[in-house]
């Protein structure tokens, strides 16, 4: 792979994931694989009353591009609500696939720019976010929301 695409930030953010321990007894737990590089994130949530993640726990098995990736998640999850977490996802997905235009407004993705034509390496990417928001959301399903 090119440099660019493994620079000195990526690495650094692969090897600093907040909250790479996994839950104890968590509400929902949701792993994802890449099936191009064998990449696999496991994310653990656990949501309040009010809906939004309160814990998280991830195992990360994963390429830099997929660590740095669970990084960044890692970093700002607490405190989003399930619908944050599926458009983040979603603003992911959508970006890597169009391969140009604006990251998107999680704080911090616009480093995988240089991943953007290196299509093989999207899954890897996307893998933490998928599998966040799938768990956020399957968490507060079991804890009904207080108004």
């Not at 099936?35 to 496991?42: E, H, K, L, N, T």
């Not at 609500?81 to 407004?105: C, I």
Request: charged share 20%.
């Amino acid at each position: 792979m090119s440099a660019p695409l493994y620079n000195t930030d990526i690495l650094r953010l692969a090897a600093s994931i907040p909250h790479h321990e996994r839950l104890v007894d968590p509400m929902a737990s949701v792993e994802r694989r890449s099936p191009i590089c064998g990449s696999r994130v496991v994310v653990d949530v656990n949501v309040g009353p009010d809906g939004r993640v309160n814990e998280v726990g991830l195992l990360v098995r994963a390429c830099a591009l997929g660590q740095a990736s669970s990084s960044l998640l890692a970093a700002e999850i607490i405190g989003r609500t399930p619908q944050e977490l599926a458009d983040a996802r979603d603003s992911l997905a959508t970006w890597l696939a169009a391969g140009n235009g604006e990251a998107p407004a999680w704080p911090g993705l616009a480093i995988f720019t240089p991943a953007l034509s290196y299509t093989a390496r999207h899954a890897s990417i996307r893998l933490a976010f998928e599998a966040a928001a799938e768990a956020a959301e399957q968490a507060a399903a079991r804890e009904p929301a207080k108004t």
